[in-house]
């Protein structure tokens, strides 16, 4: 795959989320895009927001590389708009934003935060706590490199909610920072077999969920290996 983490990219993203938040400003969106569901992920609703600019900085010569978000949003365009307005929606009218988060979250089993992008800063996570608590039916699932987000938010309150499925996510030149030894996942390539004890992705979200197997079910330890897109 093609190494999208540049500034040609970039720079592409940047106009987006230029022009969504004058669109927001300006009364034109109004909305979040809430995706109801994928070829992978199956009958998960998600939300999503722009890749590499709302992810840490240890993405660049790490995951960045290989980046699928990033590829489909330079390639498709309403895709680039869609995660640029909810980017866009959370930062200058979160309350319209977690207003239709918790309206999709309160009509599905399972819901998933970034499909694209990432935690955006410790109010934007503060907000991912509340709306889990706010619907407890809903099986949530988080994939984060945001690791000194969560991990100040265990040290001050603990746990995090039942129905919150987090995983640290890791790549192979990238160690989590995981004091609270929360489960994770790591990637393996094309013809290369995975550690021994790493549970395999079962290529559906929905169906784990349904049954109780992968990321779903991952326990503190442990680690979910995905095979590079």
């Known amino acids: ?6 500034d040609k990219v ?13 669109d927001v400003k300006g009364g034109k969106v109004t909305s979040a895009s809430i995706s109801g569901k994928n070829s992978k992920m199956g009958e998960v609703a998600s939300v999503s927001t722009l890749p590499f600019l709302t992810c840490p900085s240890r993405c660049k010569g790490t995951c960045g590389n290989d980046c699928y978000a990033a590829k489909i949003a330079n390639l498709r365009p309403s895709v680039l708009t869609s995660y640029a307005r909810n980017t866009a929606l959370a930062m200058y009218e979160p309350r319209l934003f977690w207003a239709d988060v918790n309206r ?12 694209s992008g990432d935690i955006m800063n410790a109010d934007y996570f503060e907000r991912m706590i ?5 619907n407890p039916h809903c099986m949530v699932l988080v994939f984060t490199k945001r690791y000194e987000i969560v991990n100040a938010w265990i040290d001050k309150n603990g746990d995090l909610p039942e129905n919150m499925r987090l995983l640290f996510s890791g790549w ?3 160690t989590a920072i995981n004091p609270h030894g929360l489960p994770e ?3 393996y390539d094309k013809g290369e077999e995975p550690k021994a004890d790493w549970l ?6 929905f169906e784990c969920g349904c049954r109780g197997l992968g990321c779903w079910q991952a326990k503190k330890g442990e680690v979910v290996a995905f095979r590079k897109h």
């Open 1 to 6: 795959m093609a190494n999208f983490y540049n």
């Open 10 to 22: 970039m720079g592409k993203f940047q106009d987006a989320l230029k022009k969504a938040v004058e």
């Open 104 to 115: 999709a979250m309160m009509a599905r089993r399972f819901f998933r935060f970034h499909v």
């Open 130 to 134: 509340d709306a889990c608590r706010n």
């Open 172 to 174: 192979q030149n990238l």
């Open 185 to 187: 996942t790591n990637v």
């Open 200 to 205: 395999l992705c079962g290529g559906n979200c």
